[in-house]
C-alpha cells in the first residue's frame, strides 16, 4: 500500500509525551471507494519525520474491506508490507507477482524507480505498511522485489519475535537493508525484556491484544540510549528502529528524493510513461501523479521543530 492522496501536502499529525516516550498520533486517512480502507498515518508526523531510515508507517484494521491500489511509482525507498490478517497480492514491473501472507515479509527496493500495485478480495486486512529511506550512496540502485515466507525469529522469556528486517538480539532478517535497523513482530505473554541496540532510535506500535503503557494508534517513539524494552501483558507489538538517519530528504507523494527539482522530474517521467517500466496484469489503469504544490518542497532532517510537552 501507498500513498493515495489526491493532494498531498506535509503531513501535520501530533504529538504528545508520555512517561515512556513520544507518542506519535496518528492521522486517518481514506484510500478511497465504498468497501477500500482507511489507514492510520503516524510517520512522518509533524514533529519528527523519521525513526532511523524507517520513514512511513501506515497501519490499518482489523477491518473487513478490499484493498485495491492501482499502479504507480516509487523512488528512493524499501517498501516494507507486514499483515497480522488477510492476504494480498502484490504486482510489480519487475514481473513479480506475489500473495503475502501474515507472518511473511514482501520487501521492495525501488532505487532508481519502479511501479507496482496491491489488491485483496474482500476481506478481514489488518496489517502495516512501511517505507525505508535509502541512503544517498544507494537510493540509484536498481529496483529489486524479494518475499520472504519464513523470517528468523527471537525467543527469551515472556516474549517471541519475528525478525522482518535487520537485527535483534543477534538474530538476523535474510532481507536486503541499506542502513543498520531493526523491523520485528513481538508477541507478548507476561512480562518481558526485549534487547534493543543502544545506539538505535526506535518505535513501538501496539497490534493487538493488551500491553501495559501502549494504546491502540499512537508510534511511541523511544530515543536512543536503551538496551531493552520491558513490555508486559498479552499482545502483540510492532518494533522499528535503526541507527539515527543523518540525511535530509523530500518525501512527497511516493517518492522520496533530496529536492523539488527532483521529485519534479520523478513526477515528470512517471506522467510520461518513463523510467518506471509497467505493470503487467492488472485490471485497470496507473494512477496518476497529483498536482505538485504551488510551493517548493523543502529538503528536511529527522525532526521538523522542537517539542513542546503540552
Request: glycine share 14%; hydrophobic share 40%; aromatic share 6%.
Amino acid at each position: 500500500m501507498s500513498n493515495l492522496e489526491l493532494d498531498p501536502q506535509e503531513i501535520r499529525c501530533g504529538a504528545e509525551a508520555g512517561a515512556d516516550g513520544e507518542a506519535l498520533m496518528g492521522r486517518e486517512v481514506p484510500l478511497g471507494g465504498p468497501r477500500a480502507m482507511t489507514v492510520s498515518r503516524t510517520l512522518p508526523g509533524v514533529h519528527r519525520r523519521l525513526i532511523g531510515a524507517w520513514c512511513f508507517v501506515d497501519a490499518y484494521g482489523p477491518q473487513r474491506a478490499t484493498m485495491r491500489v492501482p499502479p504507480h511509482p516509487h523512488t528512493g525507498l524499501q517498501t516494507v508490507s507486514w499483515l497480522v490478517e488477510g492476504e494480498v497480492l502484490h504486482r510489480d514491473s519487475l514481473g513479480s507477482l506475489q500473495e503475502i501472507r501474515p507472518g511473511q515479509l514482501n520487501l521492495m527496493t525501488a532505487g532508481r524507480g519502479i511501479s507496482h500495485s496491491e489488491e485483496s478480495p474482500e476481506t478481514v486486512l489488518h496489517g502495516v505498511q512501511l517505507w525505508v529511506a535509502l541512503p544517498g550512496e544507494h537510493r540509484h540502485t536498481g529496483p529489486a522485489f524479494e518475499h520472504h515466507p519464513a523470517l528468523p525469529v527471537l525467543t527469551g522469556p515472556g516474549f517471541e519475535a519475528i525478525v522482518a528486517m535487520g537485527s535483534l538480539g543477534g538474530v538476523e532478517s535474510p532481507a536486503t537493508a541499506f542502513s543498520p535497523l531493526v523491523g520485528a513482530e513481538i508477541t507478548v505473554d507476561g512480562t518481558c525484556e526485549v534487547p534493543l541496540s543502544p545506539g538505535f532510535e526506535h518505535g513501538v506500535l501496539l497490534l493487538d491484544g493488551a500491553v501495559e503503557r501502549l494504546e491502540a494508534g499512537p508510534l511511541v517513539y523511544l530515543p536512543p540510549g536503551r538496551s531493552a524494552l520491558r513490555l508486559s501483558g498479552r499482545g502483540r507489538v510492532l518494533l522499528i528502529g535503526g541507527e539515527p538517519f543523518g540525511e535530509e530528504i523530500v518525501m512527497w507523494w511516493n517518492f522520496v528524493g533530496r529536492s523539488h527539482d527532483e521529485i519534479a522530474a520523478f513526477r515528470k517521467d512517471w506522467m510520461e510513461g518513463e523510467g518506471f517500466g509497467a505493470v503487467e496484469g492488472f485490471d485497470g489503469a496507473p494512477l496518476p501523479a497529483p498536482v505538485l504544490p504551488t510551493t517548493r518542497l523543502k529538503p528536511r532532517g529527522r525532526v521538523r521543530q522542537p517539542f513542546r510537552n503540552v
